[in-house]
């Protein structure tokens, strides 16, 4: 089945400090990947998606994310953190329960919580 | 644009006891989701809706879970009797359809407390 591991729980920064959080997904072929960003309090908003073509994709607010397909990662990255950017962040895969792509089902990863102190 | 709206936002309710959420997708989406948050981990797929047919509840506890969607545009999920082990925060999502690219936004969810 299907898995996405994200590797950091907690990850503590202080602005201005650069930012990567670890997304990994677990099967080969043709991948989708999502990053979701839930600010305190707020619903779970899309931060940026990648379906084909260039492997740097840039999001919302300055984020970008790097699908390495040799490594299975997908890896979350803001040169420059905000205290606004403190939230939980979250890597998914549309993968169905039978196995493959499903556009219907999300897997999400358990989430990594930023803390950004100005 | 009205998002995703869920009621009610927070619960509180002794075990036993039956809950009932309710979910309003964005106008015109045809794809509606029911989706469960246990503390410190990402959101599971409770059961997904196209128009007002159920097309994968696969992961819906239909011992006491159950969820209709009516005319196709509004939802509910409902918990008789509730456990304490349901103590989770409750996610309806929409999109238009479930075609590669589309978004799936999220509501703000209703938590749930069980005591």
């Known amino acids: 089945a299907q898995s996405v591991s994200q590797h950091n729980h907690h990850v503590i920064l202080s602005e201005a400090a650069s930012l990567e959080l670890g997304c990994n997904y677990s099967?080969?072929?043709?991948?989708?990947l999502f990053w979701y960003v839930q600010y305190p309090g707020q619903h779970l908003q899309l931060l940026l998606k990648?379906?084909?073509?260039?492997?740097l994709v840039k999001g919302i607010k300055g984020f970008e994310a790097e699908f390495i397909k040799s490594k299975f990662s997908f890896n979350l990255r803001k040169p420059s953190v905000q205290w606004s950017d403190t939230a939980e962040y979250f890597c998914?895969?549309?993968?169905?329960?039978?196995?493959?792509?499903?556009?219907?089902?999300?897997?999400f990863g358990q989430g990594t919580i930023l803390t950004v102190h100005p | 644009e009205a998002g995703v709206v869920q009621s009610p936002r927070y619960k509180i309710i002794e075990k036993k006891q039956p809950v009932a959420f309710w979910c309003n997708p964005i106008?015109?989406?045809?794809?509606l989701y029911w989706y469960l948050q246990n503390l410190g981990q990402g959101p599971e797929l409770l059961i997904r809706?196209?128009?007002?047919?159920?097309?994968?509840d696969s992961q819906l506890p239909k011992d006491r879970f159950s969820a209709e969607r009516l005319k196709g545009v509004d939802s509910t999920l409902k918990i008789q009797p509730a456990e304490l082990g349901d103590s989770a925060v409750y996610l309806c999502?929409?999109?238009?359809?479930?075609?590669?690219?589309?978004?799936?936004?999220f509501g703000e969810g209703s938590w749930l407390t069980v005591v």
């Open positions: 999502a929409s999109s238009l359809d479930t075609a590669p690219g589309n978004t799936i936004y």
């Open positions: 106008s015109g989406h045809n794809t």
């Open positions: 809706y196209e128009n007002e047919e159920a097309v994968d």
């Open positions: 990648y379906f084909s073509g260039d492997p």
């Open positions: 998914a895969v549309p993968w169905g329960n039978a196995g493959g792509t499903s556009y219907g089902k999300l897997t």
């Open positions: 099967y080969g072929g043709t991948v989708n």
